[in-house]
């Protein structure tokens, strides 16, 4: 069973730095994750058009195209190879700033970010394949189920089907902790997380993402 349950959208690079704390903590304490999606296209889709521009609707679009691939890698391939994609279409859609590209032609950037994470490039060609959207759907509800609506990405879930389980949206951080900084975070947040009781606690100021 999984330590923790994360679900993502890749093009957000706010679920991106906290993957990557939670692989930095996974790493020091081996710990098992396992990926799940929540797709900000079908969160925002019925949104006023003033507010979801068209810039946010490729954007999140881009991020569709990715999980159609995730999860066809999930079917033949499994958990670990995943995180792998997720790895490389963090690393080019936040670190090289390249998540226009998926845009111009999905099937040849997924397979380009396949073979980065050595899988089969040939998975590539799901990125228009719609009958994913219902799993990804699913697992949409399914983190909304955990922690209400009025949320984005990333949501977690510590001690997943234990009877502390506790899930939340975040933690939002602008810079991806490290060693002891990381493990401190964790221990603090899975506290919180599992508490009876504990809903929400929040700070709206925040830095500008640092991807380093």
Not at 21 to 30: F, I, K
Not at 103 to 108: H, K, Y
Not at 122 to 132: G, L, M, N, P
């Amino acid at each position: 069973m999984a330590d923790l349950e994360f679900f993502f959208d890749p093009v957000c690079p706010w679920a991106w730095i906290t993957s990557r704390w939670v692989t930095e903590v996974q790493q020091l304490r081996n710990y098992e994750v396992e990926w799940r999606f929540i797709s900000l296209k079908m969160i925002n889709q019925d949104r006023a058009e003033d507010w979801y521009t068209t810039e946010y609707r490729a954007a999140h679009l881009a991020g569709l195209y990715a999980h159609r691939v995730c999860d066809e890698v999930r079917v033949q391939h499994g958990n670990l190879a995943v995180g792998a994609l997720y790895t490389a279409l963090g690393n080019a859609f936040h670190g090289q700033q390249r998540r226009p590209e998926i845009n111009l032609d999905p099937v040849a950037f997924m397979a380009e970010m396949l073979a980065a994470a050595g899988l089969p490039t040939a998975v590539a060609a799901h990125a228009h394949d719609e009958s994913h959207d219902g799993y990804i759907e699913q697992e949409t509800e399914l983190a909304f189920s955990r922690t209400g609506r009025d949320v984005g990405t990333p949501i977690i879930t510590f001690r997943p089907g234990r009877a502390d389980e506790g899930s939340f949206f975040g933690p939002v951080i602008s810079a991806i902790p490290r060693g002891d900084a990381a493990t401190r975070l964790w221990d603090a947040i899975e506290v919180i997380a599992t508490s009876s009781g504990m809903s929400e606690l929040k700070r709206s100021n925040r830095a500008s993402p640092d991807f380093g």
